[in-house]
């Protein structure tokens, strides 16, 4: 087992060292350390391992105790079975085999019914792991007594769990439905354990069962319930009124209290492009949905996770950050849009534009054509004492994490500066030829990168991140170990 962690932990470097590299500096960070108590396991819901209809009172994102489902701790009823038929078996004999599993599961599973500190919050986390350790059991019990009469003792558990379900009325919106089907699949399984015990298959009814239960969740209890949800349109896949060339900040209030269908059952997003919705699109956004508030621009204008801006910065920015040498030039913003519930006049100067205007907001452009991803400048506040003269910048190849563009920076003077409109992380490399250049940033808002006088050439500046080399590179080795320990074991069993 402890082989099995090593090697998916491993397999997932490149994630977890993602989350870490994220996280440091990140607007999460500055999060007070104190407990969470939103989304913790209540232990009136553990029934809900049984029958995820089970509905009592969870803290939602607000911290409100609302009713919902269990639909977190749906594990496919074969698992609690086999652990149950395993204790009225033997007791002693599993714990005397799986203590430390059975301890780990009791660990995890407290972990998520208390409070979390720290910046990956909400207890309900740690079930995905709790799920895996319960999988992990129940194939040791069946492993240990193939023949364990779960599907009979599914039948026991659905009977002992939903009798009290509907004395207490806590079945929810699903209860009959949910009920219904896993009791058809619980009764097709131990009639088929008593009536074909030597049933040519029977060691994958296991899985087969607890696929057709997870299958039958899904089907009853719909998965989105206890999240807002929102009206967004096939529109949303065009750009238009929107430029792609441009780069926008969007001002909008907090989306799952303004646009959500209980708020507005009309389709909304065509201009504001709540949260990542301008993705869809391929439009340029600096505002968007981000759990993390990664360093830089979430923690420089105080964006929320779904991309809302505080009104108060959203105010310095228009009013007083969008002249043409203000805040949003020099990121390159050239577009902004300003959605009528938030209640901000834009007040914008001569350089702006009005585009169009509907019931969600209105549209400005800066006049001109759109500003180059990469640009030369001449001076920068960063670099009080420094003057950079004007190189020529051609032929821009933008593309997800890779900047190229053709450079030709006039010889016997000082060296060029250039910006690049694109979010700042570590990691970032940039080479003019075989020269390396160094990458610095601008307020750790967007790659700023100098450029020696006479130099000229193809200059590329590539996301590279050391999370992402090493997090790869293990991953890589741990995959190899993987197929070669399962060739050495086909190897072993078909000599």
Known sequence: MLSGAALGLGMSAPAWLAIFDYVHGSARAL??????????VPWRALP?????????????????YLPHTATELASGLVGPAALVAGFIWRPRLLIRRMKWELVLLLVVLLLSMIPTVGVLRWSFRWLPLFHLVLALCAAEVLHIRPRSPTGSTMVLLLIVVTIPMSIFGIAGNYGPSVTWGYFQIAVIWALCELFLPRMRFRDWAPPAVTFAVLLATYLCIPPNCGVPKYNLSQQLLDPAPLDPQRLYLSVYP???????????SAPVGQLVRPG????????????????????????????????????????????????????????????????????????????????????????????????????????????????????????????????????????????????????????????????????????????????????????????????????????????????????????????
């Open 31 to 40: 999060y007070e350390s104190a407990a969470h108590w939103q989304w913790i």
């Open 48 to 64: 809900g391992f049984i029958l995820p209809c089970w509905t009592v009172n969870w803290a939602d994102f607000s911290t409100n």
């Open 254 to 264: 907090p989306a799952e209290s303004t646009y959500r269908i209980e708020k507005k």
């Open 276 to 495: 990542s919705t301008s993705m869809w699109a391929g439009l340029r956004f600096i505002n968007g949905y981000s759990p993390i508030l990664p360093a830089g621009i979430a923690r420089e204008f105080d964006f929320r996770i779904h991309g809302e801006i505080n009104p108060h910065e959203a105010e310095y920015l228009v009013w007083a950050q969008s002249n043409s040498n203000g805040l949003l030039a020099q990121l390159g913003v050239d577009g902004i849009i300003v959605a009528w519930d938030l209640g901000i006049d834009p007040a914008l100067g001569p350089d702006w534009e009005f585009v169009t205007s509907t019931e969600e907001g209105a549209l400005y452009h800066r006049i001109g054509p759109p500003f180059a991803r990469v640009r030369s400048v001449t001076s920068i506040d960063s670099k009080p004492n420094e003057q950079f003269v004007a190189a020529t910048v051609s032929q821009i190849d933008d593309s997800r994490n890779h900047v190229a563009a053709d450079v030709d920076v006039p010889s016997g003077g000082a060296p060029a500066l250039l910006t690049f409109s694109r979010p700042f992380f570590r990691g970032y490399e940039a080479r003019l030829g075989n020269q390396k250049l160094q990458v610095d940033s601008y307020r750790s808002l967007f790659p700023i990168v100098e450029v020696p006088s006479g130099l000229h050439g193809k200059l590329s500046l590539i996301y590279r991140p050391a999370w992402l080399v090493f997090g790869g590179g293990l991953s890589i080795l741990s995959a190899a170990i993987w197929l070669l320990g399962f060739l050495a074991a086909a190897r072993v069993r078909f000599a």
